[in-house]
């Protein structure tokens, strides 16, 4: 009779050793606690993610960092980054002021 207790006392404390975060023997996972969509609680809502910012005002924050630096390759790079943009006449005309 005391060979029985033996394997079921060590199955016993190897569960209660792996304890809630890891899977029971089989592997397969045991949900802890009842999943329902009504628990009474308030509804909350998912975390949002803030908009976007924007691009034009990046740029500008960019070309306001490159004439602060006020040095040649602050406004070739620039240009090299925003050669499309209206701002890059004015670095084009900073530049063009600095190598003179």
Same mark, same amino acid.
């Given at each position: 009779?005391? $060979?029985?207790?033996? +394997? *079921?006392?060590?199955?016993? !404390?190897?569960?209660?050793?792996? =304890? /809630?975060?890891?899977?029971? $023997?089989?592997?397969? +996972? *045991?949900?802890?606690?009842? !999943?329902?969509?009504?628990?009474? =609680? /308030? ?7 803030? +908009?976007?910012?924007?691009?034009? !005002? ?43």
């Amino acid at each position: 009779m005391k $060979l029985h207790l033996i +394997p *079921v006392g060590l199955v016993g !404390a190897m569960m209660a050793l792996s =304890g /809630p975060d890891h899977l029971p $023997l089989g592997g397969l +996972p *045991v949900m802890v606690g009842k !999943a329902s969509a009504n628990d009474g =609680g /308030p509804a909350q809502r998912a975390p949002s993610v803030p +908009p976007a910012r924007d691009p034009g !005002a990046a740029v500008a924050e960019e070309f306001e960092l490159a004439r602060q630096k006020g040095t040649a390759e602050a406004f070739q790079l620039f240009i090299a980054r925003h050669g499309d943009d209206p701002l890059a006449e004015k670095a084009r005309a900073e530049l063009k002021r600095l190598s003179r």
